[in-house]
């Protein structure tokens, strides 16, 4: 969905982010006449033959894994209810000898959560195992003290998407995703070497 900018309109206007180069980006130019501009809002929209506009999905929330579509917004949706969840955002990254991109969630656990991080990550594994298809559960998660905002408060992820895998950031904890234990555990060395030589097998 895009929308016109005027300077001339309250309702028209766009402020933009904190990022000068967010703003930038969702900024098209000479849309429907020379010189003009318009939001790009990322918005999916279905409109039916009675009139209605329905919303679909957000555009660039997605992500192909084992030749399928993988819709961050759906996996999003199941991890913000889990309990000891405070915040999370999915993306995919790439791995070495695969196709198109491996879910990555990062999370930041609910402050007073007293369970240890193994029991966390074990309901956490549970709930994403059972509620989604195989194809579709982060092989990775990342555990974070906090995830930066926007101004408008959605979480940003390009720059945890350039962290790949196995990028060090202060306070992260990562973890892949084990088939054979149906949990997570650390990403370890050993296990960053399995999976840069496509060996792991969870992937």
Avoid at 32 to 47: I, N
Avoid at 93 to 98: E, H, I, L, Q, Y
Avoid at 173 to 191: C, G, H, N, T, W
């Amino acid at each position: 969905m895009v929308s016109t900018i005027r300077a001339d309109n309250p309702l028209l206007q766009f402020e933009g982010y904190l990022n000068r180069k967010e703003t930038d980006q969702k900024i098209i130019r000479n849309v429907f006449a020379e010189g003009d501009s318009c939001f790009v809002s990322g918005d999916l929209l279905h409109w039916d033959r009675l009139g209605y506009v329905y919303f679909k999905d957000r555009t660039g929330d997605t992500f192909r894994w084992k030749g399928e579509n993988v819709s961050t917004t759906e996996v999003e949706a199941i991890l913000h209810p889990t309990d000891g969840v405070a915040d999370a955002t999915v993306y995919g990254v790439a791995v070495p000898g695969n196709e198109g991109r491996a879910g990555m969630a990062a999370v930041v656990r609910t402050e007073g959560d007293e369970r240890s991080e193994n029991a966390f990550l074990d309901s956490l594994a549970e709930r994403l195992i059972n509620s989604l298809p195989s194809y579709a559960v982060p092989r990775f998660i990342r555990l974070c003290p906090h995830v930066d905002k926007t101004g408008t408060y959605k979480l940003v992820k390009t720059n945890l998407q350039r962290l790949g895998y196995s990028g060090q950031a202060d306070g992260h904890r990562l973890f892949v995703l084990s088939s054979k234990l149906r949990s997570y555990e650390p990403l370890d060395d050993e296990a960053i070497r399995l999976v840069d030589g496509a060996r792991h097998p969870s992937l």
